[in-house]
């Protein structure tokens, strides 16, 4: 008997023929191929309810646009699959890039018959301000994103604690694009005051004050940390503001 001969014979016999399939292509992916480090080398056909939109994406879609996306992949099939990474918390697939894509399955009941409910998807694994990056690079390559959005993304990687340098540099801006970004979301105005500026805290910088004083049985504060830290940033900001 064959390789071929023999993975079509489990194939037959395998009761979930996607899962299977899945399977396989990770294994070869992860034993065999030499383009291992190409996230576009393992395409994986996944539940659409298992996967969940992010929460920052700037980029919009017409009406038009939409039904246009929706008549290519009506005609073409799904040429380019949906990027996601692995939320262990929520068990889901958070999208990176390709909401439209996924959107189209949702929305359009021909589409999701031709596929089963299942759209194809790649997993990168990156942490929250390195989705983002890829998020604006994705759309910025594309010529596709919305200055107001993108401004709200960039002042989340600043409150996380990345710096000017490293913002322009994964997102591929100037430093007067990342300037006027600060203006669109009152970035900048937080510092035009001494006392902000000496107020103000990365997400970062509380949260390794906060374990330091639980290290220290400094309990009480690390409890008012933690509570600062579940706060929207804006309102975080105004806290710190009132300390000074």
């Keep these: 008997m064959t390789l071929k001969d023999q993975i079509r014979d489990e194939f037959d016999a395998a009761d979930d023929k996607i899962a299977y399939l899945n399977d396989l292509r ?15 080398d393992f395409v994986r056909w996944v539940p659409v309810d298992q996967i969940r939109a992010n929460d920052y994406n700037p980029n919009r879609v017409a009406e038009n646009e ?30 990176v890039d390709g909401f ?42 594309r010529g596709k994103h919305n ?11 600043l409150n996380n604690g990345w710096g000017d340098a490293e913002v322009c540099a994964e997102l591929g801006l100037e430093a007067d694009e990342l300037v006027r970004l600060k203006h669109v979301t009152g970035f900048s105005k937080l ?8 107020a103000w805290e990365t997400r970062k910088q509380i949260t390794l004050r906060k374990e330091y004083r639980d290290n220290e049985n400094g309990e009480a504060q690390g409890q008012q940390d933690q509570a600062i830290l579940e706060q929207p940033s804006e309102k975080r900001v105004r806290h710190r503001s009132r300390k000074v």
């Design 26 to 40: 990770e294994w070869m992916h992860g034993e065999l191929s030499p383009q291992q480090g190409e996230p576009v």
């Design 66 to 95: 939409m039904k246009l996306l929706h008549t290519s992949i009506s005609h073409d099939g799904y040429t380019q699959p949906v990027v996601v990474i692995w939320d262990e918390e929520t068990e889901t697939y958070v999208i």
């Design 100 to 141: 439209h894509r996924y959107l189209v399955l949702k929305n359009y009941k021909d589409i999701d018959g031709r596929t089963g409910g299942l759209l194809p998807v790649v997993v990168i694994e990156k942490d929250v301000n390195d989705r983002m990056a890829s998020t604006v690079r994705h759309n910025r390559a």
């Design 147 to 157: 200055v107001t959005g993108m401004g709200s993304m960039v002042f989340e990687m």
């Design 191 to 198: 510092f035009e005051d001494v006392k902000y500026r000496r």
